[in-house]
């Protein structure tokens, strides 16, 4: 194996090439390098009915950054990210109307990047994806059948 090497090494440099030319490939420094990602931890979401806490889900959250953007300074500001997401569930549940156990996924992604500009600055993060959903309690889609409660009691 060592003799091979070296035997390559001498026909590269007989040929006037050099052995790093060899050993690394000669595209690599053409490729493009990949915009930066931070992928937040999961964060538990309330589904919210009629005033009654039913479920939570647990949202996984990619935040894709801008070109030039250091990823590693956004990764530090992680916890404020997933603080702020929290904290607007709470306020105002992302509850779909149609399928307790998945979130309003449009509702969060505006408000992941709304949030992003007061945490990092404008136009660090430039997109963000919602890459997992998964609920505490598996529950059926809600009932279109009407649930109007009378106030009084019929024994």
């Known amino acids: 194996m060592i003799r091979r090497r070296g035997a390559v090494r001498a026909a590269a440099a007989s040929l006037g090439l050099g052995a790093s030319l060899i050993c690394s490939p000669m595209w690599a420094a053409d490729a493009p390098t990949p915009p930066a990602t931070v992928q937040l931890a999961s964060v538990a979401l309330p589904i919210v009915v009629d005033g009654r806490l039913i479920n939570y889900i647990f949202v996984t ?42 979130v309003d996924t449009g509702r969060v992604r505006a408000e992941v990047l709304n949030d992003a500009v007061a945490i990092v600055g404008r136009g660090v993060v430039r997109n963000v994806e919602i890459v997992k959903q998964a609920p505490q309690h598996t529950l059926g889609r809600p009932s279109t059948a009407s649930t109007s409660r009378s106030p009084e009691l019929i024994p």
Do not use: I, N, Q
Request: charged share 25%.
């Open 61 to 102: 959250v990619k935040l894709d950054l801008a070109p030039g953007a250091d990823g590693s300074a956004v990764r530090a500001k992680e916890p404020f990210f997933r603080d702020a997401l929290v904290r607007a569930g709470h306020r105002a549940p992302f509850t779909l109307a149609t399928d307790y156990m998945h």
